[in-house]
């Protein structure tokens, strides 16, 4: 089958590199792709992520089988919605399924309805009633622009007049959401929802400040690894039947049945996991640690077989460029690509093919990925071949895959 892949980071190059991997896979094309997809097959240039009903029309002139959407932006803006309706199978959910992650309010709806622990949560629209909630709270303040905000719309602060500032920043933008701060470690469970019901995938545990130590400013992740090894035992069946399930239940009977990678964002408080947020998608950087150990198809596991994994731990470090977060340096070069070894994945995300060399062309620039039987062995193959990527201002976390 011929494949489509929607999206140009590290984690659409992870999948990329997996469903290329698949015998029943003969062509992966993808679409805005990116240097590491370009190896694996056609790129797509000259149409948006968003540009639905043009990604639709050019999957049926390619003749392609199956569409994959790695990120949110094209899930919410109905790319599944416009390709289905062309008759080709594509892995996602629908437009309006898609708002479990574009809309924190509808999620937070939905998981009401379902009966899903999560943090208590009140929507605002204006910042007298802001200001007003705020005064008769304590610290720590959670405030969350209500959509898609890749990341950058959420602050967690002890001081008010900083939390106040936050709601009165975005209110322009829409609605804004405070809510309760939930304390303990964090970790991403995902399930993969098919017709035939849903399975889950080994879960990570990402790192989303930018500095070592959980410090500096959030990011898009900075790093994560897999297994994680800390969780309580049976977390995946509970998030499967106290979380993933009713969701999907609850979404059905709000007529919007939801197809795709679901994703719980879970905080283990001291009374037990409580979901963070949903993702209608897989995560990035997780997938990246993820997918190396899946020992079975992956196109066979979208169509709902239970998936398989090596007894292997993989420590993904994210390299990222100068000024990464607030203003990324484009341009420079990327030296020692060449001199990492096969055994570790390099997976392209903001990078430009310049002829023979590949330059710094976002903010997150690469990942790569150590697998070993421990997660020592991976770490240190991981944080091997970091030491001999380079280009100027390069930032990496030294601490990913160290246990807490
Ligand atoms: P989000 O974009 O909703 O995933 O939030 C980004 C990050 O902010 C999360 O990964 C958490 O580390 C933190 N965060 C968000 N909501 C809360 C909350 N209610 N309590 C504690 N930390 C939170
Ligand atoms: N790992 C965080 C995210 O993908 O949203």
Not at 125 to 136: G, N
Not at 138 to 151: F, I, N, S, T, W
Not at 261 to 284: H, I, M, S
Request: hydrophobic share 45%; net charge negative.
């Amino acid at each position: 089958m011929k494949v489509l892949v929607v999206g140009n980071g590290a984690r659409e190059h992870a999948l990329g590199w997996k469903l290329a991997a698949s015998p029943r896979v003969h062509e992966l094309m993808s679409l805005p792709g990116n240097p590491g997809l370009a190896e694996l097959g056609p790129v797509v240039e000259g149409i948006s992520v968003t540009d639905v009903g043009a990604i639709a029309a050019m999957a049926r002139v390619q003749l392609v089988d199956l569409v994959v959407v790695g990120p949110e932006v094209p899930l919410a803006a109905g790319v599944v919605d416009a390709v289905a309706a062309l008759g080709i199978p594509t892995f996602g959910p629908s437009r309006a399924a898609a708002r479990l992650e574009s809309s924190k309010g509808f999620a937070k709806e939905i998981m009401a309805r379902a009966g899903v622990a999560t943090a208590l949560s009140e929507t605002f629209h204006a910042i007298d009633a802001v200001m007003e909630h705020l005064s008769t709270r304590e610290g720590p303040y959670v405030v969350k622009a209500d959509g898609l905000a890749a990341g950058k719309g959420v602050l967690v602060t002890d001081d008010r007049a900083e939390a106040a500032s936050w709601a009165s920043r975005w209110l322009p933008e829409g609605p804004i959401v405070i809510e309760e701060f939930l304390d303990g470690p964090e970790v991403s469970v995902f399930a993969v929802c098919t017709e035939a019901g849903a399975v889950p995938l080994e879960p990570a545990r990402d790192y989303k400040r930018l500095l070592d130590g959980d410090e500096g400013p959030n990011t898009g992740g900075m790093g994560s690894y897999s297994p994680v090894d800390d969780l309580p035992a049976g977390l995946v069946e509970e998030t499967m039947s106290t979380v993933i399930e009713p969701t999907l239940a609850a979404m059905s009977e709000a007529g919007q049945p939801f197809l795709g990678f679901l994703y719980a964002g879970l905080v283990l408080t001291g009374q037990g996991p409580k979901v963070l947020e949903f993702n209608v998608r897989l995560g990035d950087p997780e997938t990246q640690a993820i997918l190396p150990r899946l020992e079975n198809d992956l196109v066979d596991v979208l169509e709902g077989k239970t998936p398989e994994w090596s007894d292997t731990a993989s420590v993904n470090v994210v390299l990222a460029a100068e000024g990464y977060p607030e203003g990324p340096v484009k341009g420079s070069v990327i030296d020692g690509l060449a001199e990492v070894p096969g055994d570790v994945h390099v997976f392209h995300a903001g990078t430009r093919r310049d002829r023979r060399r590949i330059l710094v062309d976002g903010g997150r620039v690469l990942s790569l990925v150590g697998v070993g039987d421990t997660m020592d062995l991976a770490r240190d193959r991981a944080y091997a071949a970091a030491g001999m990527v380079h280009w100027p201002g390069m930032q990496y976390r030294t601490d990913v895959g160290l246990q807490s």
